[in-house]
Structure formats: structure tokens, C-alpha cells
């Protein structure tokens, strides 16, 4: 295990900062592909997916289910992750730096044993890798679901980019990807390499709100859009009930969701162009944050 200390995390933003030509972009900007494939409300149609692929990851399961708050409050989760995310992606540079900081430091906290008896921390680099890696791996499967396959260059061009999101975590250059290929390559190793523990079952069914009663009709939509997206073997470990005219029958619908920008995005523009943040936009996010309870089915 690979701790990312302070020292290394504060190395790792300096030398991010150097390659930032305009601070106020934040570390991608209006240009890059992170705004264009990830910017718009389809990045929300694979929640489900990019959540349970982190919780199939041993360490990561464990390491949210003995220190994670989000049964009690799932809108709270949700906000904190959502907005952390969000400020590192489409905020100025010192704000991105600002959540990293903020996320290195609760990780520093967040640490125990497995039932094994192997260690966990959440600034392990290779758990940082995962969970990076399953974030950008979801942008690249929801939009080539909605959209078609994406030419090879630009998954390559966006691999390369997204690195600079992987900086914000302190992950070590050398476990970071050089294209697609690369990245790929680690995930269909960890698609052969990954157990789904008890606990990340019970927090899917959760998420999925097959926790307790009734399950909510937006659960069974999230549930059947995750079970398209994920990989086979994870949907059946995982104990997901696939739903494949569900699934089809709502990517056709949602189809029109790459042409609404996400609050984040929107306000990040209207920020570069030096007009004031509109009310709108705060609404939509509430609204978005909001349907986490609906999905899950809590009050």
C-alpha cells in the first residue's frame, strides 16, 4: 500500500499549476473535452454505474461502509461528493485546489481493516487510481451509449486530458494512462480481478432503493440503467435485475440530455464571461441533488 501524503499531494498540484495557462479555466477550461463530454446532464445517467464500480473494489466498499454517513443523509452525500467534483472539474484553479485539498484531508481520516485482515486507506494511490479511473471510464460509456462510439483519437485526447483530474488526487504519474489503450487495458484487469463483497451489495441495494419496502419507480430505472452499463459479471454479482427494454426504452427518451448543460457548467461559463450566477441554475442543482432520495426511496 501507497499512502499519498501531504507533501506528495501539495507536489502533485504545484506541478499541475505549471501546465495551467489560464488560471481562471480551472484545469480544463470551455475547450477541452472534459467540458464537452462530461458537461451536460447525461453525466447523471451513469451515476449508478460509476458508484457500484467503486464499491466493487474491496477496499473502497469497506472504507465507505464503516465510515460513511450516507443512509442517514443521502442528499448530503450526494451534495458534498457532487460539489467537490464539480469545483475540481469547472471551477477556477484555486477553487479546484481548494476541494482537492478538502478531499485529501477527510481521506486522511478514513482508514481501517478489512475482514481479511488487509489494510485500507483512502489515500491509498492505487484506491485513488480506481476511483478515478471508474469516473472517466463512465463519461466514455454513457456518451458512446447516447451518442455512438467515439473516434479513438479523442478517447485518447480525453485519457491524456483527464490526467490533470487525476493530479488533484495526488495519484502517481507512473500509475496514470498515456491513452485509451492503456486505460482500458487496467480496466478489463480489474473487471477480472474484482470481488463484490457483502457490503457493497447491501449499499447497492441501497443506492438502488432495494434497501427496504417497495422499490421506487426511479430505482427501477437507475437499476436498469446501471445493469446496461455495467459489465456482465459485475451485474450479476452485484445481484442486479436487468431490465433491457427498460434500459433501451430510457436512453432513447434521455437522448436529448447531452444538449442541457449541467448546473456546474452553466455557471462556469457565465463566470468566464463576467456575468453574475443565476438563480436557475442554483435551482436545477438542488433539484438534481434532490433526486437522490427519490431514487433511494428515503425521506
Known amino acids: 500500500m501507497r499512502i ?3 507533501d506528495e499531494h501539495e507536489a502533485a498540484l ?16 470551455p475547450r477541452s473535452l472534459a467540458w464537452q463530454l462530461g458537461g451536460d446532464l447525461a453525466v447523471f445517467l451513469g451515476g449508478g454505474r460509476a458508484a457500484l464500480l467503486q464499491i466493487a473494489h474491496p477496499a473502497v466498499a469497506y472504507a465507505v461502509d464503516q465510515h460513511s454517513r450516507a443512509r442517514a443523509d443521502i442528499v448530503g452525500r450526494f451534495q458534498r461528493t457532487f460539489r467537490a467534483v464539480f469545483a475540481m472539474a469547472f471551477g477556477e484553479l484555486e477553487d479546484a485546489f481548494a476541494a482537492a485539498r478538502r478531499v485529501h484531508a477527510i481521506h486522511t481520516r478514513i482508514h481501517g481493516t478489512m475482514p481479511d485482515g488487509r489494510p485500507y486507506h483512502a489515500n491509498d494511490a492505487e484506491s485513488l487510481r480506481w476511483v478515478y479511473a471508474t469516473l472517466v471510464d463512465t463519461v466514455i460509456a454513457v456518451r458512446e451509449r ?9 478517447k485518447d485526447a480525453f485519457i491524456v ?4 483530474f487525476a493530479a ?4 502517481p504519474r507512473a500509475l496514470l494512462p498515456l491513452g485509451y489503450g492503456d486505460h482500458s487495458a487496467y480496466m478489463t484487469r480489474m473487471f477480472d480481478q ?12 441501497f443506492l ?5 419496502g417497495a422499490q421506487p419507480p426511479l430505482g ?3 437499476e436498469a440503467l446501471t445493469a446496461a452499463l455495467l459489465p456482465p459479471s459485475l451485474t450479476a454479482q452485484f445481484g442486479l435485475a436487468r431490465s433491457d427494454l427498460l434500459a433501451r426504452a430510457a436512453f432513447a427518451v434521455l437522448a436529448p440530455l447531452p444538449h442541457i448543460p449541467i448546473p456546474a457548467r452553466a455557471e462556469a461559463l457565465r463566470r468566464l464571461r463576467g456575468q453574475p450566477p443565476r438563480r436557475f441554475d442554483a435551482w436545477m442543482e438542488r433539484q438534481l441533488f434532490g433526486l437522490s432520495r427519490q431514487v433511494t426511496g428515503m425521506r
Do not use: W
Open 220 to 222: 427501477r430505472l437507475a
Open 14 to 29: 504545484s506541478a499541475l499549476a505549471r501546465d495551467i495557462a489560464d488560471p481562471r479555466e480551472g484545469i480544463f477550461g
Open 168 to 171: 488533484l488526487f495526488g495519484i
Open 194 to 205: 474484482l470481488e463484490v463483497a457483502p457490503c457493497a451489495r447491501e449499499m447497492a441495494r
Open 146 to 154: 447516447l451518442d455512438g462510439a467515439l473516434p479513438l483519437a479523442t
Open 4 to 6: 499519498v501524503t501531504r
Open 208 to 212: 438502488l432503493g432495494r434497501g427496504a
Open 161 to 164: 486530458e483527464q490526467n490533470r
